[in-house]
């Protein structure tokens, strides 16, 4: 069964808006921690934000914030103020408390318009 | 902080051949590592990961092998390759507290 799940294989989105990119995952853990990746064309993979599930706040990192929603088991990635440069595939990944696998979804490619 | 290495960048090979593909780790000691692919457009498959010397654990049945001869050194293997087996190929970190650090990749065409 899938455990990360990106429901939008594509976005187009207008310069200068907010997006959000969705993410929900399944476990029985109550420890684990979630992490967004953006990958640009030239295939590096990088580091966006990251959400531990004992976080009480929604993790931000400058323009990129993670809203967290437990109960419903979404951690939705929301890129305010988007640039041309936001142009690229994103993956949410999780890591599980009492595993040391971390896996990916399927990732959404996300088109910033001019 | 954490610094992947992994090489070379590209990679053809005919099918049938050895592979071996190397992944060393600066900055950190004890460090998780794990190896994907990542087919043409898609997501990233988890391959590999180990937490230790010698302790490799593999998610997929298929005709590759890792192993972790030493603490910052992951290699990946296959004796023979398919057509199957070409893709981008991703070595990854993680310390304690840390989030994964990626390599460059690998991109792989079995011809």
């Known amino acids: 069964a899938q455990k990360i799940t990106q429901t939008q294989p594509g976005m187009f989105v207008q310069e200068k808006e907010a997006v959000t990119l969705d993410c929900t995952y399944d476990?029985?853990?109550?420890?684990?921690?979630l992490f967004w990746y953006k990958q640009p064309s030239s295939g590096e993979m990088i580091f966006l934000i990251y959400?531990?599930?004992?976080?009480?706040q929604n993790a931000t990192e400058g323009r990129y914030s993670l809203n967290f929603q437990k109960a419903r088991k979404s951690a939705n990635l929301v890129i305010s103020a988007s640039q041309l440069g936001d142009s690229a595939m994103y993956f949410c990944?999780?890591?599980?408390?009492?595993?040391?696998?971390?896996?990916f979804g399927k990732g959404t490619r996300l088109h910033i318009l001019p | 902080s954490q610094t992947i290495h992994q090489w070379p960048a590209t990679l053809v090979q005919p099918v049938g051949s050895p592979l071996s593909l190397e992944c060393t780790v600066e900055?950190?000691?004890?460090?998780?590592l794990y190896w994907y692919r990542q087919a043409a457009g898609r997501g990233l498959q988890l391959l590999f990961y180990s937490v230790g010397i010698g302790q490799i654990s593999s998610e997929v049945p298929q005709n590759l092998s890792a192993s972790r001869p030493q603490d910052r050194q992951f290699i990946l293997s296959s004796k023979k390759l398919l057509l199957s087996d070409s893709g981008f190929y991703l070595c990854?970190?993680?310390?304690?507290?840390?989030?994964?650090?990626f390599g460059n990749g690998t991109r792989l065409t079995v011809t």
């Open positions: 476990t029985s853990d109550q420890s684990y921690g």
């Open positions: 990854a970190g993680t310390g304690e507290s840390s989030p994964l650090h």
């Open positions: 959400q531990g599930s004992y976080d009480e």
């Open positions: 990944a999780m890591r599980e408390g009492g595993d040391d696998k971390i896996i």
């Open positions: 900055g950190t000691s004890n460090p998780n």
